[in-house]
């Protein structure tokens, strides 16, 4: 049986780590609430070029799986930037909230296979390459790929794939940028 002080710091550390996803899920879930203003009006502009927007859901999950190297917090971030960006665009709360869970799910998908023991950098990019592929092919099949020019789905479905792998770059970069300030010091699993 533990001792009441490892239950304490156990409590604890999990109380700092939900803090921190969702501190990262509010800054995300901003970020993405405005992103998706934009997406709507690119997506009545020049449609072709919506695929550069996807990505920005990408950004929270990325940065807590990348910054905190624990199960959950990609999912858990994803949820909360979904809840935040819902709040500055309430017409959208199921989109937000939807792609916030999946995408935190997908990103989460190849830790999960390896039982979190591997954080390879790898392993986010095929995620996010792989989840904007799939993203791409719903909507392929959703809008019918006989309305378009096969130019316009090339760029369409390349920008799709695209986005999510440099938001996640991002992601790494941002989360590379606070544990060397030192934000997640007493955070982060070994290894």
Known sequence: MPSPVGRSLVHRAS?????????????????????????????????????LTIGSHFLPSAVALALLKRPGVG???GFIAGL????FAP???????????LVGALLELPFFVTRY?????????????????????GTFIAL???????????LYLG??????????WLGRVIAASLARAGVARTLTTPG
Do not use: Q
């Open 15 to 51: 109380t700092r780590v939900i803090l921190s996803c969702a501190a990262i899920g509010v800054g995300g879930g901003l970020f993405a609430a405005g992103a998706g203003y934009v997406a709507g009006l690119i997506a009545g502009i020049a449609p072709m070029l919506y695929g």
């Open 75 to 77: 999912i858990l971030t």
């Open 91 to 101: 017409h959208w709360i199921l989109r937000f909230l939807g792609t916030g869970l």
């Open 117 to 137: 023991k591997n954080w390879s950098p790898w392993l986010y990019y095929l995620a996010a390459g792989a989840s904007g592929l799939l993203l791409a092919a």
């Open 84 to 87: 935040v960006g819902a709040a």
């Open 144 to 154: 019918g790929p006989e309305h378009y020019a096969p130019w316009f789905w090339m």
């Open 159 to 168: 920008l799709f794939t695209l986005s999510p792998i440099v938001f996640t």
